[in-house]
């Protein structure tokens, strides 16, 4: 049993489909990559999978249907987005911005996750009373994916978290998201434009066009593919 | 001196009501970005729920708190039946509903009550309005030569403690959290698993529960409760809103305690020039004035954000 199962998935907003038939799978332990251009659906992909528009088709999580469930249920079930341009609440604290991002839990160790993820982003402990809509890009990113951690998900889903930032902080970004599949087994479903780097950190990639999953593949085999290359990876 | 105290407790006491309906204005402005024109009618409609339970014998506490509960459903059904399905449409629309709303509760509290000043001595049972402090004419504080009456102190101190017990849940509470989430940013508020309509429903029975407190003791200053009570309480709550800034609940208080007291200055220390007759004046110009210095009021937050 695949982590996450999404087939014949149409979704889209008011009477226009974007996706038309989407199938893709994440296995446990993974790190898959949706690669695509402007408007081919990945937003819309992460969107569907989260609960935030109508969709139809089936999402399946952990053996569970998902495909009909409120996006508080879907978080409670262990799936938790950081959006694209990050989303985090510019006018609440750091701090509070991560305590959000524990909205669903009601367990008393909270206040641990807290201070381990001030660990592993040391720079957002120091600025944990500042206000997030004064932080850098960077560091809103690393605010917006700590806060969907704290929800302790099974899997992440990340849109575009390369967006508007500096090619360095990118990487420490990808690092940041390889050593957490690495070391804590998180699944990570990630959707991109920059696919050099997120080819090296996926184990597999989709392909996405016009709303359809048109290759797949693991990494290399998809690097390598002549055609493929040319379109997405620039060489 | 004497005279300056008599104008600042009398300002503060009757800015302690601007500052609840203020406050009920800036919760709604902040949970779904709207300026809610019938607050005041909400308020006056409990308010005349608590004048009619007075008449059934039920003692002011209880009945209190009975105004305020049917405050808080009043609110809650106005977000789930209107607010939310037309703001979905058009967000401007919702502003004209409201509008339509403040009409329709003043006329529904006119075919139920009358048009008559309450309690009368020809329809009522109680003399005045129930309040909930002393009131008696010989129920007043001395300080420095001026005098605080007991029921206008009491309100102040109500306020107080409710703003107190508001900032709590705002900043310390799970639910205030969810509030201040979804203020910020409705779309993460979902994607972190608050249930942003619950939030919502809840922030305008909240505003609308602290209005019908407002309301409540507002006519327990004023002795009686009749059509016109809200309407100018409205436009001052309005002002200390806006010189507080609209989305600051702390703003709110303050704005509401300073707009009562310039108020009181004004119309006491000008009487020929502004006095009673004018008082509105003053709010509308403070209105104005802080829109061209200061749009955000006080302790408003511009807008910040870095990409």
Request: hydrophobic share 50%; glycine share 12%; aromatic share 8%.
């Amino acid at each position: 049993m695949s982590l996450l199962e999404v087939s014949t998935l149409r979704a889209g907003y008011g009477p226009v489909n974007v996706l038309v038939d989407l199938n893709l799978v994440v296995e446990e332990g993974e790190i898959v990559v949706i690669l695509g251009s402007n408007g081919a659906g990945k937003t819309t992909t992460m969107r569907a999978i989260s609960g935030m528009i109508a969709r139809s088709g089936s999402i399946t999580f952990a053996g569970q249907s998902i495909t009909k469930s409120s996006p508080d249920a879907i978080v409670r079930a262990g799936i938790a987005q950081v959006p694209q341009g990050r989303g985090t609440f510019p006018e609440l604290s750091v701090e509070d911005n991560l305590r959000a991002g524990a909205f669903v839990r009601n367990d008393d160790e909270i206040d641990e996750d807290l201070a381990h993820w001030f660990e592993v982003f040391p720079r957002l402990r120091e600025r944990r009373e500042q206000r997030a809509g004064s932080l850098s890009g960077g560091e809103q990113q690393m605010v917006a994916i700590a806060r969907a951690l704290m929800s302790r998900p099974k899997l992440l889903l990340c849109d575009e978290p390369s967006l508007g930032l500096a090619p360095l902080i990118t990487q420490e970004l990808f690092g940041i998201i390889a050593s957490l599949n690495r070391d804590k087994g998180l699944s990570v479903l990630l959707v991109e434009q920059n696919a050099n780097l997120a080819m090296k950190i996926a184990r597999r990639v989709y392909l996405i066009e016009t709303g359809r999953i048109v290759a797949s593949g693991s990494s290399d085999e998809l690097s390598a593919d002549d055609s493929i290359r040319k379109a997405y990876l620039g060489f | 001196m004497e005279r300056f105290l008599q104008y600042l407790f009398d300002g503060l006491s009757i800015g302690s009501v601007y500052a609840l309906l203020a406050l009920g204005l800036v919760i709604i402005y902040r949970g779904t970005g709207h300026l809610n024109f019938a607050q005041g009618e909400m308020a006056l409609f409990c308010t005349y729920v608590v004048y009619q339970l007075g008449e059934w014998g039920i003692p002011i506490g209880f009945a209190l708190v009975i105004g305020v509960a049917v405050g808080f459903a009043l609110g809650a059904v106005v977000e789930v039946t209107l607010v939310r399905p037309i703001s979905k449409k058009s967000p401007f629309a919702v502003f004209i509903v409201t509008i339509g709303l403040f009409q329709g509760l003043n006329w529904l509290d006119g075919a139920i009550w009358g048009d008559q000043i309450l309690p009368n001595s020809a329809v009522s049972k109680q003399a005045n309005f129930p309040t909930l402090f002393p009131s008696k004419d010989t129920d007043f504080v001395t300080i420095l030569g001026a005098a605080w009456r007991l029921k206008y102190l009491g309100v102040l101190v109500l306020v107080l403690v409710l703003t107190a017990v508001l900032f709590f849940v705002f900043n310390k509470t799970k639910l205030g959290l969810a509030m201040r989430a979804v203020a910020s940013n409705p779309e993460s508020a979902k994607l972190v698993g608050i249930r942003t309509n619950r939030v919502l429903m809840f922030s305008w029975g909240l505003a609308a529960a602290i209005g019908a407190l407002g309301g409540v003791v507002f006519a327990g200053i004023n002795n009686s409760v009749n059509l016109g009570l809200m309407f100018t309480v409205f436009i001052y709550s309005s002002a200390a809103a806006t010189l507080g800034g609209f989305d600051s609940p702390g703003g709110a208080v303050i704005g509401g305690l300073a707009i009562g007291v310039i108020e009181n200055m004004g119309a006491g220390y000008f009487p020929e020039w502004i006095g009673q007759e004018l008082k509105l004046g003053v709010a509308l110009f403070v209105i104005v004035v802080v829109l061209l210095v200061k749009p955000s009021g006080l302790f408003g937050t511009a807008k910040v954000e870095r990409v």
